[in-house]
């Protein structure tokens, strides 16, 4: 099992940027892909980025490409997601999740992103 637990989200402007952080705890961290989805209100869950177990492939959404990074501390058991320039439309409900094979089975309970115009 492992457990994840989104912090970092908040209210910014729009233009401004904020840096989602995932901290994993229990099976080993390093064995899985991770990835950050977002919903907004009335809207599905949608993918935004995903980072492979080692950190060397990164996938983007076309709509973050560009202005969102993500990346990984194995060390510390934490994904991140670097959002820069953000626009309203970005304003959602972020959650990390993990998993293997492109199957996410652990989420985390998200984290509110609120970007004013």
């Known amino acids: 099992q492992v457990q994840l637990v989104e912090s970092g989200g908040g209210l910014v402007q729009a233009g401004g940027s904020l840096r989602l952080s995932c901290a994993a705890s229990?099976?080993?961290?390093?064995?899985?892909?991770m990835g950050w989805f977002r919903q907004a209100p009335g809207k599905e869950r949608e993918f935004v980025a995903a980072?492979?177990?080692?950190?060397?492939?990164?996938y983007y959404a076309d709509s973050v490409k560009g202005r969102f990074t993500i990346s990984r501390d194995n060390a510390k058991n934490t994904v991140y997601l670097q959002m820069n320039s953000l626009k309203p439309e970005d304003t959602a409900v972020y959650y990390c999740?993990?998993?293997?094979?492109?199957?996410?089975?652990?989420w985390g309970q998200g984290t509110q992103v609120t970007v004013s115009s």
């Open positions: 229990g099976r080993t961290f390093s064995n899985y892909g």
């Open positions: 999740a993990g998993g293997a094979g492109g199957i996410y089975r652990y």
């Open positions: 980072i492979g177990w080692s950190g060397s492939r990164t």
